[in-house]
């Protein structure tokens, strides 16, 4: 597959964004099919459930430092950690 994310090379919102925007194009020019579309947009909203998760979690140990819990607040870094395989 032409659009496929190499082993290790950086992920963020960007790339992700660029990668579902040519899968689409794909789709349009027929170079893939529905089921593979829909198999991309399955993972991709698996990945936005992540990221959200993850500014979640940083929102509540936000609110438990202001309530005096012992809890150092840290928003992960994770969309622009490299893949690893």
Same mark, same amino acid.
């Given at each position: 597959? $032409? %659009? *496929?994310?190499?082993?290790?090379?950086?992920? %963020?919102t960007k790339s992700l964004a $660029?990668?579902?925007? %040519?899968?689409? *194009? #794909?789709?349009?020019?027929?170079? /893939? /099919?529905? +089921? *593979? $579309?829909?198999? +991309? $947009?399955?993972?991709?909203? +698996?990945?936005? %459930?992540?990221?959200?998760? *993850?500014?979640? #979690? /940083?929102?509540? +140990?936000?609110?438990?430092?202001e309530v005096g819990q012992s809890?150092?607040?840290?928003? #992960?870094?994770?969309?622009?950690?490299?893949?690893?395989y």
């Amino acid at each position: 597959m $032409a %659009n *496929e994310v190499k082993a290790g090379a950086p992920v %963020n919102t960007k790339s992700l964004a $660029a990668f579902l925007f %040519n899968e689409m *194009e #794909r789709l349009k020019a027929k170079e /893939t /099919t529905p +089921q *593979e $579309a829909i198999a +991309q $947009a399955k993972l991709a909203s +698996q990945l936005n %459930n992540l990221l959200d998760y *993850e500014l979640k #979690r /940083t929102v509540i +140990q936000l609110k438990l430092k202001e309530v005096g819990q012992s809890v150092e607040p840290k928003l #992960r870094e994770i969309e622009s950690k490299v893949v690893d395989y």
